[in-house]
């Protein structure tokens, strides 16, 4: 039976726009039965790879036929409101999906974790996307992988730690961010308009100056790394939010908009937990602006 | 030779963000040759039914097999800055291939024409959609078209003319609007916005008030006809500001997003113009629209 877009449609509205643990896993439910299952047949993963020395400072490549090389890479960042997530949760396709869906339309997938609050507070997050690319240009050669070409994804939490390795110079080598592009759904940009929350107190503290500090909405206005915003259907109002302040201010900057996919259907946790389903709903624009980006 | 988005985006990004005879007639020639030519196999193409007295009250039906029933129809009102444009320009693709789309997707296609400024003015743009769409509901049974399930597709002033429509209820019947949903490309909203030019003033005049009145930007945000908006990523700045404008107060109205689809690598006539070649760009989005809209 092909995929039905509606009816899936349907299925994630009725889950709400609140993230809580039933639209978790309620979304989680209904792409599980649509994924692939390990052992992945033609797929070789190395897990487990050190990028650091916490043992969160780790990262799982996904790669194709040995002897393939010049391939665009994704690096994954996931979500989990700072305090939370993985690259792989046991017994449940995410987020392997997302590296699957990379390998499975020719780039090299990289799943990647990161140290969590409030044990680790701003900017560890930054700085773990800083040291994971730092690795991955520097061995993603051996695995198939062009080091010119890695695009970053970050989805929510994984978004806002994206959007501070772009934005924040000392987090760059001397030839600057070297990421071909980033794509950043979901993201909180602007920190003063969110409402306060434990989760962004653990990470940020409650020193309102950090807040000011830590946000990348003016840095992503003005960074030369080519980006792509993304936002859903189903993302709570804050995050709707967040897009709209993006786009309005890149226009007044820019005189046009941003590159930027709205997904009608999909909710904030699977705008992610649908690649490498049949539903191909982000996968055409997200291929569409890596392979367009020089 | 597979299509290729990014070369085409290229192109389309090297004609500019200007809508002039050098764009127009580039995004044309840049398509035409993806397109099909007539006679069109398998599709019944029956022209020039009048709609009203007018002789520019006229539309074409494009429909499939005898006996089908029930398709969902897509009627479409062309752009042309309110004093140009036609349904079928001689000797080229457009917009055959907007009605030939739908066809080729099991929709009834449409193509209507309708009377231009300076003989005919505002409000006369959205009185003729309210015309063709009641002709469309009276005849499109027998052409194998469900009443029930008419959308309206609008570019440029086009989208005006069917943003007029839907948001004036002098223009509906008891039923009120009797459309299933409107498609609105590119389309001028809050006409104080912008900049004084001839072609505005052919249609609307030059009296501050009709301006005022002729204005669809709080009716949109009101109807309850479903809507789907969508901007180009070279469409002009002002037309891009209408579409940040209109997402801006429908979120503050509504609390979200309207539907909505940005598109890259376009520009204001290849929106319509690609449709039925091998660039699906918009073409999943709008029948997900159509088929998702109860």
């Keep these: 039976m092909p995929f039905d877009f509606n009816d899936m449609a349907r299925r994630i509205r009725a889950l709400g726009t609140q993230i809580a643990p039933a639209s978790i896993e309620g979304t989680a439910a209904l792409y599980a039965p649509l994924h692939?299952?390990?052992?992945?047949?033609?797929?070789?993963?190395?897990?487990?790879?050190?990028?650091?020395?916490?043992?969160?400072h780790r990262l799982d490549i996904f790669h194709g036929a040995r002897g393939a090389h010049g391939a665009d890479v994704l690096l994954f960042v996931h979500g989990g409101g700072f305090v939370g997530g993985d690259k792989?949760?046991?017994?449940s396709p995410y987020n392997d999906n997302v590296a699957l869906w990379a390998v499975r339309h020719g780039l090299i997938g990289i799943n990647m974790t990161y140290r969590l609050a409030p044990q680790a507070q701003w900017p560890s997050g930054g700085q773990d996307v800083a040291a994971a690319v730092a690795w991955v240009r520097d061995h993603v050669a051996q695995y198939g992988g062009e080091p010119r070409r890695i695009f970053v994804l970050g989805t929510s939490a994984g978004a806002v730690h994206v959007a501070t390795f772009?934005?924040?110079?000392?987090?760059?080598?001397?030839q600057g961010a070297g990421i071909?592009?980033?794509?950043?759904?979901?993201?909180?940009?602007?920190?003063?308009?969110?409402?306060?929350?434990?989760?962004?107190?653990?990470?940020?503290g409650s020193d309102p100056r950090v807040l000011e500090r830590a946000s990348t909405?003016?840095?992503?206005l003005e960074t030369r790394v080519p980006l792509m915003f993304v936002l859903t259907e189903m993302d709570p109002a804050d995050f709707q939010r967040q897009g709209l302040e993006i786009i309005q201010a890149w226009f007044a900057r820019h005189g046009r908009w941003p590159r930027f996919v709205h997904m009608p259907g999909h909710n904030h946790l699977s705008s992610t937990m649908h690649l490498n389903s049949p539903d191909g709903s982000l996968g055409v624009q997200l291929l569409e602006f890596m392979a367009g980006t020089p």
């Design 36 to 56: 692939e299952r390990e052992p992945y047949e033609g797929v070789r993963v190395t897990r487990d790879l050190r990028y650091g020395e916490h043992q969160r």
């Design 88 to 91: 792989k949760n046991p017994g």
């Design 166 to 174: 772009v934005t924040r110079g000392e987090l760059h080598g001397p």
């Design 180 to 204: 071909a592009g980033a794509i950043l759904l979901s993201g909180i940009y602007k920190l003063a308009l969110m409402p306060s929350n434990p989760m962004h107190t653990a990470y940020y």
């Design 217 to 220: 909405f003016d840095g992503l």
